[in-house]
């Protein structure tokens, strides 16, 4: 009985734990306003250049005091002829509003961020929505 109920206990806390760690890794969308940009890199061959565009993007992420969600993405590689597989990385960003996405973008850790890695790139596109309420 003592080994049933320490059995339990430690499926209880692992699962707990488990259900937490979910929680806290979970990225919300907020819907107001999306900032969605692809950026194909120069040389996206060299993992040189990979290594130094990401620890820029990461260090603007931490220290980005607007964003909402952030999330860093790379091409899915979905064989389907709709599909845009040719930019190297994505970034999702969202705002409460267009205004606090105004500022966004002239906060330091941004300029920082393009000053840093502009180099790098070759084109970066942005399409920015906004929430369709019906």
Known sequence: MRRFI?????????????K?????????LDKNFVHV????????????????FLASLNKF??????AATKFIGEPAKTPRE?????????????F?????QDLYQKEPAHLKFIEESE?????VQVYDNIYYKQ
């Open 6 to 18: 320490m059995t339990f206990g430690l499926m209880f806390l692992f699962l707990a734990c488990a």
């Open 20 to 28: 937490e760690n979910q929680q806290s890794t979970a990225m919300e």
């Open 37 to 52: 940009v692809y950026f194909w890199l120069n040389n996206p061959e060299s993992q040189e250049d990979r290594k130094e």
């Open 61 to 66: 992420m931490d220290a980005s005091e607007y």
């Open 82 to 94: 709709v599909v845009d597989n040719t930019f190297t990385y994505s970034l999702i960003l969202s």
């Open 96 to 100: 409460p509003s267009a205004e606090i």
């Open 119 to 123: 180099h790098l790139w070759e084109r």
